[in-house]
């Protein structure tokens, strides 16, 4: 679903004509419409109320301040691997040269503001050249502003590359076979007026179209379960929303009240044939002290999707929770209620641990496709100055599940049940990051033509990096996760790698990395081992 998170460089969290309070100091923090009768220390994260739709900043109204950037870049790689496909009884070498042109441009004016991150990966293979090709890598996004203070045009798009049977670590398939790979590309317009009826609330009616492909290269030959059943085939639909959200503003003083009504029709391949999802809400948000707050939301959803068994639901929605506020960058959201035909929890937590540690958490299910899904995270994401995509609640890095390849792709409607939690500490030279994430899905519409099994993979890694000089970084990586998925059946996979990072010149950096991949599976006794060499040059004008 269609929604407006803020744009990289921005401060301001609500929709507010100019002028209007909202920077995060003053006389109270503006937060999705609703102004605190207190101060804050700072700017206020998103993502607190109104559950998909978040508050749009107003650009500067100043046309001297920010500006365009453009930097194109060049990289070259070189990689050789001892056994391609991961295979213990299959081994083949192989070695691969990839040139990547990129191109990074950044906005921050009166009418544009947005980020976009490009860089295409062409693959050459030396043995198998029939495997060459075109992987698309980018992110994106843009908000124009049209009319100040009213029209806005919000622009998005993401791609990724994924192995289609999973079973791969999520940074360690880079030497996978390209007829296991889906490229999955998605996009989505939407125009929006925006109009404040002074202190009282703030109306926001706009219309999203959304693109999204799914497509598995090699004519599919990878997406079959060990007994010959298709699990996944190409996907695509478009879809037409259309939403309306109002929201309270400070007048309400510790009351904040938001109203939504959004409806999605896809046109599209599969389950989402004819599907449609509409949801009309009211939540609420009390302020009980400075740093405890209640929430309730009350409303009714109808959602249809076609495969084998149909799945319709029409039926009352709601949800409790609270919100912990320790700071403007610490806090702890938790819900609990019925969305999608079942009840389940949600929860989205941040917090600074100190002046050198950063926690992060999230648990969440949600009814959806692996189509859908790409299109929901251009919503649920915004993007740092470099492109990457950080999630809009917590702040934290975003794993794109289109761009990971430790679980299989399938074509089914599924429920996904997702959490993961990473703790990072920043010693200036030393960085530490250990992350953990599981995630299970259940099918629950089948796409015609396909099979569909249960999925789920718990996995951890450790992260350090470790400045040698002010030009030379050594990054160490370590991973074990455990998996299920319908290629492969239950098995698990060890990676360890080292990395080397140097700026060999001004705009000039040079990469040498080297992972060994481990797998154990149901498909073959033993353990197939893979070890990858990896040399890169990238050049920044």
């Known amino acids: 679903m269609a ?20 920077t995060g100091t003053g006389t109270g923090t503006q937060e999705g419409g609703y102004v605190a009768p207190w101060p804050a220390a700072g700017p206020v994260r998103l993502g607190d109320i109104g559950f998909p739709y978040n508050a749009v900043a107003v650009p500067q109204e100043d046309p001297s301040v920010g500006g365009w950037s453009i930097t194109p870049s060049l990289g070259l790689q070189f990689l050789g691997t001892d056994n391609l496909y991961q295979s213990r009884s299959n081994r083949e070498a192989e070695f691969i040269t990839t040139l990547t042109p990129g191109v990074l441009v950044t906005v921050d004016t009166a009418r544009f503001q947005g980020v976009v991150n490009y860089e295409p990966d062409l693959r050459l293979y030396a043995s198998d050249s029939g495997q060459s090709g075109i992987d698309h890598q980018f992110n994106g996004q843009m908000l124009v502003t049209v009319v100040p203070s009213t029209f806005f045009l919000d622009l998005r798009g993401s791609g990724g590359v994924q192995a289609a049977n999973g079973g791969y670590a999520a940074a360690g398939d880079s030497s996978n076979s390209r007829g296991n790979q889906v490229q999955t590309t998605s996009f989505q317009v939407s125009p929006y007026l925006v109009h404040r009826f002074g202190g009282l609330m703030t109306l926001q009616v706009g219309y999203a179209f959304q693109s999204v492909t799914q497509n598995l290269s090699d004519n599919g030959s990878a997406a079959f379960t060990p007994t010959g059943q298709r699990y996944f085939s190409d996907q695509d639909f478009t879809a037409n929303e259309f939403y309306a959200v109002a929201r309270s503003g400070e007048d309400l003083g510790r009351l904040a009240l938001e109203g939504r009504a959004i409806s999605t029709d896809y046109d599209g391949t599969g389950v989402l044939e004819n599907a449609y999802r509409r949801i009309a809400a009211v939540e609420a948000r009390y302020a009980v002290t400075r740093f405890v707050s209640v929430l309730g939301e009350v409303g009714y959803e109808q959602q249809r999707y076609s495969g084998v068994p149909p799945f319709e639901i029409s039926e009352p929605v709601w949800s409790v929770g609270s919100k912990l506020t320790f700071s403007p960058e610490s806090s702890i959201t938790a819900r609990y209620g019925r969305h999608d035909g079942f009840d389940s929890a949600r929860v989205d937590a941040a917090l600074s641990l100190g002046g050198r540690t950063r926690l992060y958490a999230n648990y969440s299910e949600r009814l959806t496709t692996a189509a859908q899904r790409s299109a929901d995270l251009l919503n649920t994401t915004t993007l740092d100055e470099l492109g990457n995509p950080v999630d809009t609640a917590t702040g934290a890095p975003s794993v ?10 399938q074509s089914s409607l599924m429920r996904v049940r997702s959490a993961s939690a990473s703790v990072s500490q920043d010693w200036g030279r030393d960085i530490l990051t250990l992350t953990l994430l599981r995630e299970e899905r259940k099918p629950v519409s089948t796409d015609i033509g396909t099979v569909a099994s249960r999925q789920s993979g718990t996995s951890g890694s450790l992260t350090w990096s470790h400045g040698l000089t002010p030009a030379t970084t050594a990054i160490g990586y370590l991973q074990y996760g455990t998996f299920e998925t319908p290629a492969r059946g239950s098995g698990n996979v060890f990676t360890v790698g080292a990395t080397l990072v140097t700026q060999l010149a001004p705009g000039l950096v040079g990469t040498l990395q080297f992972i060994t991949n481990s797998r154990a599976d149901d498909v073959e006794s033993g353990r197939a081992l893979q070890n990858t060499i990896i040399a890169g040059l990238r050049q920044t004008f």
Request: no cysteine; aromatic share 6%; proline share 20%.
């Open 3 to 22: 929604q407006v998170p803020p744009l990289p460089g921005t401060t301001v969290p609500s929709i507010a004509p100019s002028g209007a309070t909202g």
């Open 400 to 409: 794109l599940p289109f761009a990971n390849s430790f679980l299989g792709v």
